[in-house]
């Protein structure tokens, strides 16, 4: 089964499944009698014996009805690279690609060879898989397809141990495979899912579209990165284009095959449209630092004065223009209904919805009126 780091940042949780260490098969006798390969039964690591211990709090992350990579399905057009060695290289006739059966044994796991594939004798020997899609070379950075195959056709499974297995000669070993890479898993709670436009992961210079995964409460995203990944950045923006939050996810060093990282984001002002609000703290789970670009809207009005505004939330913030007029302060309330000065300036009806908020008409009029007065 996968190994799970839980950083839903404030305890933290690692919740690990065993590795098979590598272990070399004995030595070949010369002139021993040949085994013939005539198929491998597989199976994924933890899917019988785990199946209940798999899951991972409320995350999607082996849930079946979620988790695309879950099961050995939708894998039967992939092809099975087998290596068997002879001691500490690779057997002359140890090496063959195998398909999926597909008519007589339907129902079982089963991969047979495409050309004849033997161990060199009754003795255990060191056995290396790979499970992969035809053709691929690399994990591509866009896995966002809403069936999960993007996902899906990223998940490499190799044998559940380092570079090899030791395996017992048979005409049909059995082999538990696991995931050869890493997995982020992440959630989005408290938030407006209608706000949300764009979801990307930055991994050194390459930018990741996640899945979404699907039919589930809270937005979800989960992708397949390669193993050593550090610090990846999570980008989310809004439906008007506005970045809410870019966050530097720094407990995360060097992830490690089989191997899902989860984590949760928590937006508490990520309803405000279009203004940048990076309000976000972490749910409950491990104590990250983490490294926040923030960008606030922009209030414009007369130079070098001050205001109290006043919102529809009960909430009240005091602002003051610099000498180019502008004031930069995250908003307390999204609706401006009254601004105080020397006096109240009523009947004002102010939405937040775009990055520069223009209060000049407002507090101009209201100095014209003290000029009047005069």
Known sequence: MKKYSQLIIATGILVGCFACNDTAGDPAEPGEERVPVEGVSLELDGLESSRATRAVSDYAVNKAAYDPTYTLAGRETWELEVTIYSGDTVYVDGEA???????????????????????PNYTTQRVALNLHPVGWTAITTDQSSTDGSGLLEQDV??????????????????????????MLDFRLTNVDEDEIGEVTVLIGNEVYI??????????????IVPVGTSTPVISINTVGGARYLQTTVDRIQSTTVNTCYCFTFEGLELKLGEITIAEWTTGPGIIGEYTQERSYPTFRGPPNVGATLYFDNGLSQDILFNDQGESNERPVGRRIIRIQTDRSIED??????????????YLEAFFIDLDEEE
């Open 157 to 182: 499974l190799e044998q559940n141990g380092n570079s090899t297995i030791a395996v017992a000669p048979a005409h049909i070993p059995s082999v538990v495979l696991r995931h050869a890479h890493s």
């Open 97 to 119: 690609v195998f398909e999926k059966v597909t008519d007589t044994y339907q129902n079982e796991n089963r991969w047979e060879p495409t050309r004849a594939i033997y161990f």
């Open 210 to 223: 996640p899945y979404q995964v699907q039919n589930v409460s809270n937005p979800e995203y989960m992708l």
């Open 348 to 361: 004002v009806d102010i939405v937040l919805d775009g990055m520069v908020i223009d209060l000049t008409r």
